[in-house]
């Protein structure tokens, strides 16, 4: 009994105070959502109204309309927040937050504007979409970056390695996508928030050691979301992003190598020692985690970081 509480007292604490402010404010978007249902269309992305409503681009990814939406988001922001925000720090991670909601909303927007003119289906206008799933799916893909080869236990048999987890999402939202009718609801907030967050943490996310940005590292390409035998098809893409938000960096790395360019000097983000330090991070961040769940007996039952093979983990992020 006194070990099942200590449990549940170590599961319970150490969350950030902003992961715990952005929880209120989910909850107080639902109780507002259910309290005043008209409210709805003017804090979610209704895409027909956004024009002159222009706001619910940026309230929407704030907004959960169902209760089990709203539990499922605050668990995963506030497991997630304790995890990244130490190695970000407070503002890394509330800027990572607004730039995900806001270009996942902007481009589901978008995205429901050619559907309409391809369809002329009225739904894709004035259906509410709202979630934070979005960012909860770029938390994914935070974790892939700075752990990706930590191993993890889902439903107590299954092993996967963090940088999957952002795959297995969007494959399995996409598959259930196809077989319900309200597929415009979630599926494309899954999946422009976790390729937009990639774009952030591969090009623009600032370094507070220096003055680069991104991570170029091939570790953190986009074909590293796909199975190998797709890298023919998907490093084409990945040039056409890499020249787009890249410009010049793209080119001479295809020129001179990866991390250089002509002069010799090493590209933003690409500096070794830099890299190595950004992996320090994240492995002394999950050693802590780790010693805490040992010393509190907090590991879940459901999802848990298997200890099994740390240390060589540990080892392979550093040598990235």
Not at 42 to 55: D, M, N, S
Not at 299 to 320: I, M, P, Y
Request: proline fraction near 5%.
């Amino acid at each position: 009994m006194a070990n099942g509480l200590v449990k549940v007292g170590g599961a319970l604490t150490g969350f950030t105070r902003l992961s715990k402010g952005l929880a209120a404010v989910l909850v107080t978007g639902f109780i507002v959502s259910q309290l005043f249902p008209p409210a709805v269309d003017y804090l979610a992305l209704v895409p027909g109204k956004t024009i002159p409503f222009g706001w619910n681009i940026l309230t929407a990814g704030y907004l959960e309309s169902t209760f089990l939406g709203l539990i499922v988001t605050i668990i995963g922001l506030l497991l997630f927040g304790k995890l990244l925000e130490p190695i970000w720090g407070s503002k890394e991670f509330l800027k990572f937050i607004v730039f995900v909601n806001l270009f996942t909303s902007l481009s589901t927007f978008v995205l429901a504007i050619l559907l309409y003119y391809i369809t002329r289906g009225d739904n894709y206008l004035y259906v509410p979409i709202s979630g934070f799933n979005g960012v909860l799916a770029g938390f994914l893909v935070a974790v892939k970056q700075i752990m990706p080869d930590q191993e993890l236990t889902a439903f107590f048999f299954l092993k996967l390695k963090a940088k999957w987890l952002p795959s297995i999402l969007v494959t399995f939202s996409s598959i259930i996508g196809f077989l319900t009718s309200d597929t415009i609801l979630y599926l494309p907030f899954i999946i422009f928030g976790t390729y937009v967050s990639w774009l952030y943490l591969r090009y623009f996310q600032a370094k507070p050691e220096n003055s680069f940005k991104g991570d170029p590292s091939d570790e953190f390409s986009f074909s590293t979301f796909f199975p190998d035998f797709l890298g023919p098809v998907i490093n084409p893409v990945a040039i056409i992003c890499e020249k787009t938000f890249c410009g010049r960096r793209g080119q001479n790395e295809d020129n001179e190598g990866h991390g250089y360019i002509l002069g010799g000097g090493p590209l933003p983000g690409s500096d070794p020692v830099e890299a190595s330090r950004r992996r320090e991070r994240g492995a002394r961040a999950l050693e802590e985690r780790l010693t805490a769940a040992s010393a509190s007996g907090g590991e879940s039952n459901t999802l848990k970081v298997t200890k099994v093979g740390h240390s060589e983990n540990l080892a392979s992020l550093e040598n990235v």
